[in-house]
């Protein structure tokens, strides 16, 4: 009898300890489901803005005056800056402008044809940033040009240019940016839903075709 106990007792002592080792293994594998749901994910970017443009800045679009004050005259030039971001200068140099501060791409140039080049022992460089528009054209009360605010969209402008006409095809208003690409703004579906107002830059013309209906 306290041989078969104790048989019995073992055999309930061995049961006890796997469950309570199940137990354990159980929690430790349930820890990193937790940890892993407090992880941030990445917030993408807001559709409708164009909240990667400063006003203090030269943007893609922009037009510059490059003026040079040197030894012997140098042309001003007037250059809209392309999608790269790289404008052609005097002597068929190029720089980077988009992004910059008009002060410093000042300085850049200066110290292109000064120092590296070597080209000029004294050089003064201004740069400018151009007045900065859109273009709005087609079905809306008035047509033309439009001074550029920071956020600006489509939807924005054409309000700014007093609305489409009752002719106007909302669902298919054309947008051409500096470099020739061209989005195509569904006006009607964005009146509803805000995120699919597509930002603006500067330069950008907006065009809205009449209704075939």
């Not at 501060?101 to 000029?120: E, G």
């Not at 007093?162 to 940016?177: L, M, S, W």
Request: a positive charge; one cysteine or more; glycine letters at 10%.
């Amino acid at each position: 009898m306290m041989l078969r106990f104790g048989q019995n007792g073992m055999c309930a002592l061995v049961l006890l300890m796997a469950v309570l080792w199940g137990g354990c293994q159980t929690g430790t594998g349930q820890a990193t489901p937790q940890a892993a749901s407090t992880a941030t994910a990445p917030v993408a970017p807001v559709a409708g803005t164009n909240s990667g443009f400063s006003i203090d800045r030269i943007a893609v679009g922009d037009v510059i005056r490059v003026m040079y004050e040197a030894s012997v005259p140098i042309a001003p030039t007037e250059i809209q800056v392309p999608e790269t971001g790289l404008v052609t200068i005097h002597m068929g140099e190029q720089v980077q402008v988009a992004g910059k501060m008009a002060a410093d791409v000042s300085k850049d140039i200066r110290d292109l044809f000064t120092v590296k080049k070597q080209m000029y022992k004294r050089l003064s460089v201004n740069v400018q940033v151009l007045g900065r528009t859109v273009s709005v054209g087609g079905e809306v009360r008035t047509t033309g040009s439009f001074p550029f605010e920071g956020g600006m969209t489509v939807l924005k402008a054409i309000n700014r240019a007093g609305g489409f006409t009752e002719y106007a095809n909302r669902r298919e208003v054309r947008v051409t940016r500096v470099n020739g690409q061209q989005v195509m703004v569904d006006c009607k579906a964005a009146m509803k839903k805000p995120e699919l107002d597509v930002p603006l830059y500067p330069g950008d013309r907006i065009e809205v075709v009449r209704s075939i209906l």
